[in-house]
């Protein structure tokens, strides 16, 4: 059983459209995250929600909009994608009493 | 600003070899340092550390967390060719946040 699994794992797409990237965990976990890794291999965070409440947003273009629509899903809305936006895109969970997230597989985004 | 320092940024030994890789950090609110090991996709959990002084195992893996200095290590001994990944070393901060630092890559030559 994938714990933690996000779709798709490869998107291709040109500048300017929209995209959305889905992800799901089974592991009853209250927290969830989407962290961008850039070319660099940099994990940063983007947003974090618990309980299905934003809770940390961190300097990310308005571009980028999380979605729960409840506690086992958190999907990730881009709009207007822009060459930048090209990375690998992770999604994790974690208890809410602990830090220790578990990764999803990523999500390879190419914007041409 | 909170920073997050691995070094080195890359390393290449071969297989037998023991290695140590570094993690220091200055951030507000530490709550915990974990490290992580990547290699083509998912980081996967490898330790947290909350307590100084006291030495995580696994296997051949170990770590260690000295919170006056600000710095954890991460020893691997006889390494072999899967020990070849990324490894990541993050903080936990509050509200469950995580500042990730840039990874080690490391590669064991057989």
């Known amino acids: 059983d994938t714990a933690v699994s996000q779709t798709p794992k490869y998107l291709v797409t040109q500048m300017g459209n929209d995209k959305s990237i889905k992800c799901e965990q089974n592991?009853?976990?209250?927290?969830m995250y989407w962290y961008k890794q850039d070319s660099k291999k940099f994990l940063k965070i983007m947003f974090s929600?618990?309980?299905?409440?934003?809770?940390i947003n961190e300097t990310v273009p308005n571009r980028f909009s999380p979605k729960s629509p409840d506690k086992a899903h958190l999907n990730l809305h881009i709009n207007s994608l822009e060459l930048g936006d090209s990375a690998v895109y992770f999604c994790?969970?974690?208890?809410?009493?602990?830090?220790?997230?578990?990764f999803g597989q990523g999500t390879r985004l190419t914007v041409v | 600003e909170d920073k997050v320092v691995q070094s080195p940024l890359s390393l290449v030994v071969h297989e037998g070899d023991t290695v140590t890789l570094n993690c220091s950090y200055e951030?507000?609110?530490?709550?915990?340092l974990l490290w992580y090991k990547q290699e083509k996709k998912a980081p996967t959990f490898l330790f947290m550390l909350?307590?100084?002084?006291i030495e995580k195992k696994s296997g051949r893996l170990s770590s260690i967390l000295d919170k006056k200095e600000l710095f954890s290590i991460l020893n691997i001994t006889a390494t072999q060719t899967g020990d070849s990944a990324v490894y990541l070393c993050?903080?936990?901060?509050?509200?469950?946040?995580?500042?990730f630092g840039a990874g080690t890559r490391l590669t064991v030559k057989p």
């Open positions: 909350t307590s100084s002084g």
């Open positions: 592991l009853g976990h209250d927290t």
């Open positions: 993050a903080v936990g901060i509050w509200n469950n946040d995580m500042r």
């Open positions: 929600y618990n309980n299905k409440e934003l809770i």
């Open positions: 951030v507000t609110n530490f709550r915990s």
């Open positions: 994790a969970s974690s208890p809410g009493h602990s830090v220790e997230a578990f």
